[in-house]
């Protein structure tokens, strides 16, 4: 089946440093979406890219979808203390948008004062 | 953004019984909604695709009969884990999409389920 392999599973840094992760499938998806996952909450969507090679940001976030439809990353900016939580790539399952994600294993943030 | 509301968001209850989760939208109409189920330090994986006015879909290895999906109206669904196992214990969320095309599907804030 379709599977996200995201990385790194965990990042420790200074506050005001720059982060990246990312997600690689072995399938094709035509939907790439990034979530932040704070304890005990639901996902908040982050980013949402839906055309191969679209770049999106969103403030101090950047995320961009790759030309195989098979990748996306994601970074952010001059990280603060209340970037702190999980992010999680997803990708929709259907070979259209059918609202139906799978996930990554999620990326653990923790920013440093 | 639209808001989905889910209630309880915790519950405990003992093995044996049956647990009732509401998942809600609050501003929109959800044609669609969905559950997922988190372990701990894992991430969420999709359990079923409720439907309004429709049976659910329910994803491979997911026990129809163990988590009754009912989606009465186009604001409500409902996920009914019954007779609840210790191994059920889980965090439970759902998510509602408005539309079909490009629109996103907003989460609900999860509901914590243990079973002692």
């Known amino acids: 089946g379709q599977q996200l392999n995201q990385s790194p599973q965990s990042m420790f840094i200074q506050e005001g440093e720059d982060v990246s992760m990312n997600c690689t499938s072995s399938?094709?998806?035509?939907?790439w979406l990034w979530y932040k996952q704070d304890p005990g909450e639901g996902p908040v969507l982050l980013i949402a890219?839906?055309?191969?090679?679209e770049l999106t940001s969103n403030g101090r976030l950047t995320a961009q979808f790759g030309i195989t439809r098979k990748d996306s990353f994601l970074n952010i900016s001059a990280s603060i203390p209340s970037d702190v939580g999980i992010y999680f790539c997803?990708?929709?399952?259907?070979?259209?948008?059918?609202?139906?994600?799978?996930f990554g294993q999620g990326t653990t943030l923790q920013v440093k004062p | 953004g639209a808001v989905v509301s889910q209630h309880p968001s915790r519950v405990i209850c003992k093995s044996g019984t049956s647990v009732k989760i509401e998942c809600r939208s609050l501003?929109?109409?959800?044609?669609?909604m969905f559950w997922y189920r988190q372990f701990p330090k894992q991430s969420l994986m999709l359990m079923a695709t409720s439907n309004e006015g429709s049976k659910a879909t329910y994803e491979q290895g997911v026990e129809k009969d163990k988590f009754l999906i009912n989606h009465a109206s186009l604001t409500l669904s409902t996920l009914t884990v019954t007779s609840a196992h210790p191994e059920d214990s889980s965090f439970y969320i759902c998510s509602a999409r408005q539309g079909l095309l490009n629109t996103e599907a907003f989460f609900g804030q999860g509901t914590r389920l243990t079973v002692v």
């Open positions: 890219l839906y055309k191969a090679g």
């Open positions: 399938s094709i998806f035509n939907t």
């Open positions: 997803a990708g929709d399952y259907g070979s259209s948008n059918t609202g139906k994600l799978i």
């Open positions: 501003d929109f109409q959800a044609t669609t």
